[in-house]
């Protein structure tokens, strides 16, 4: 729920956007984002992981958010935009974070008990070729999450975000309804189990 990874549109733009999304003084948007990372903590909990790599981490808001209930979560992330990761590493510098491509990602096959991608790939270009670089990397699960459309649009639009566009994110590449996210998963992985923090939808999915 943080940066991009290669193949979206990146650059400044999107960070700003990213800053502004967990910046937001808006109680209603701050309470959405609490209760996202409390389902996606829930999993990460009940999953056990060994290894824990979150792709396209940004500012490391989501592994703070983690680490805040398990301090000793053998977490680490990589994101494409070094000055998301310079504020990342000030955040927690006993986290490993790296600079790299979600399309290329620099880790042997397997490398992962579990592999985050959250919020990330309605922004790339190339989401297929992203699914299967998580799906290499990951030694049995991947949790992934998307906007949930049109909820998350609606959503905006109430609020007064992107009124113009009907509350369309103009970040965002992609659309999908909950059924075509999980159709899309399920052309890669065996999907587990589906949770709906409104306006997202959150799937774990084992490789």
């Not at 310079?86 to 579990?114: C, N, T, W």
Request: hydrophobic share 40%; glycine share 12%.
């Amino acid at each position: 729920m943080d940066g991009l990874g290669a193949g979206g549109r990146g650059g400044e733009y999107s960070r700003r956007g990213n800053l502004q999304k967990y910046e937001n003084p808006n109680p209603l948007q701050r309470g959405l984002i609490r209760y996202f990372h409390r389902r996606v903590a829930k999993v990460v909990e009940a999953s056990r992981p060994g290894s824990i790599l979150d792709v396209g981490c940004g500012e490391g808001f989501t592994i703070d958010r983690l680490l805040r209930v398990n301090g000793h979560l053998p977490i680490q992330g990589l994101d494409y935009d070094w000055p998301a990761l310079v504020q990342a590493r000030v955040k927690h510098p006993e986290v490993p974070f790296q600079m790299g491509d979600i399309g290329r990602l620099p880790y042997a096959s397997g490398s992962f008990d579990l592999v985050l991608c959250l919020e990330v790939l309605e922004h790339l270009a190339e989401p297929l070729r992203a699914l299967e670089e998580l799906r290499r990397v990951s030694g049995g699960l991947c949790l992934i999450s998307v906007p949930n459309e049109p909820f998350f649009m609606m959503s905006n639009f109430l609020r007064g975000k992107n009124v113009r566009a009907w509350g369309n994110d103009p970040e965002h590449l992609h659309r999908w309804t909950a059924g075509e996210f999980l159709r899309l998963l399920g052309e890669h992985f065996r999907v587990e189990s589906v949770a709906y923090p409104f306006p997202w939808v959150l799937a774990l999915c084992r490789i």
